[in-house]
C-alpha cells in the first residue's frame, strides 16, 4: 500500500509561484510514475503533469512552460513548481502514482492518490 501527501498549497496572487511538494511512504517509488492533477469545482479533475520513473516528464497544454515536475527518489518525493501562476489554475491538486513505465494521463490509470492540496490564484 502507497500513502501519498501533499503539501505546498495556498493562495497567491496572479503571477505568483508556488511549489508542491507529493511525499511518499509505504513503497519506494522508483518505479513507478508520478502523476499531478487537478479539480476545481464544478468540473472533472484533470491531467496537468507526470513523470516517468526514469525521469520523463509531460504536461498539460494549459501548464506547458509554466509549471515543472521532478522527483527525488532518495526522499521519496515528487515536486510540482508553478510559475506564472493565474486565476484559471485555482483548483484543488492532487499526486497520484501507479507501477507503470510509461506516463499514465487518465485518472483511472493511477492506483493511489493523496488527500489534495488546494491552491487559490487571486486575480
Known amino acids: 500500500q502507497v500513502q501519498l501527501v501533499e503539501s505546498g498549497g495556498g493562495l497567491v496572487q496572479a503571477g505568483d509561484s508556488l511549489r508542491l511538494a507529493c511525499t511518499a511512504s509505504?513503497?519506494?517509488?522508483?518505479?513507478?510514475?508520478m502523476g499531478w492533477f487537478r479539480q476545481a469545482p464544478g468540473k472533472e479533475r484533470e491531467f496537468v503533469a507526470a513523470i516517468s520513473s526514469k525521469g520523463g516528464t509531460y504536461y498539460a497544454d494549459s501548464v506547458k512552460g509554466r509549471f515543472t515536475t521532478s522527483r527525488d527518489n532518495a526522499k521519496n518525493t515528487v515536486y510540482l513548481q508553478m510559475n506564472s501562476l493565474r486565476p484559471e489554475d485555482t483548483a484543488v491538486y492532487y499526486c497520484?502514482?501507479?507501477?507503470?513505465?510509461?506516463?499514465?494521463?487518465?485518472?483511472?490509470?493511477?492506483?493511489?492518490w493523496g488527500q489534495g492540496t488546494q491552491v487559490t490564484v487571486s486575480s
Open positions: 509505504g513503497r519506494t517509488l522508483t518505479t513507478y510514475a
Open positions: 497520484a502514482s501507479t507501477p507503470a513505465l510509461l506516463i499514465p494521463l487518465r485518472v483511472s490509470a493511477y492506483a493511489y
